[in-house]
């Protein structure tokens, strides 16, 4: 089981980005999925998740600016992010509760002014 995030970067604040967490092992659709993201000092905090049934949250502070989605021809759970603030600079992580929990390694998200 593996989950490997990519697409951060650094961009202005009203940017956007799209992350991407590839997934080896099992199928995400199979899987509860979430993001994660942890600012430097700081604890983890719950970004968004999407169930195996499709349910889908969001965390207030991203709702209307983060849309969460799977796509299942790639195996990928995916995080598109507009709007982006200066408070949105974290490292991101996906993980999934299947396998008593597993987590990738992460992706640095850099917002500025």
């Known amino acids: 089981v593996q989950l490997v995030e990519s697409g951060g970067g650094s961009v202005q604040a009203g940017g956007s980005l799209s992350l991407s967490c590839a997934v080896t092992?099992?199928?995400?659709?199979?899987?509860?999925m979430e993001w994660y993201r942890q600012a430097a000092g700081k604890e983890r905090d719950f970004v968004s998740s999407?169930?195996?049934?499709?349910?889908?949250r969001y965390a207030d502070s991203v709702k209307d600016r983060f849309t969460v989605s799977r796509d299942t021809t790639k195996n990928t759970l995916l995080l598109q992010m507009n709007s982006l603030q200066i408070d949105d600079t974290a490292v991101y992580y996906c993980?999934?509760?299947?396998?008593?929990?597993?987590w990738g390694q992460g992706t640095q998200v850099t917002v500025s002014s």
């Open positions: 993980a999934t509760t299947c396998f008593g929990g597993k």
């Open positions: 092992g099992f199928t995400i659709s199979s899987c509860d």
């Open positions: 999407i169930l195996r049934w499709g349910r889908i």
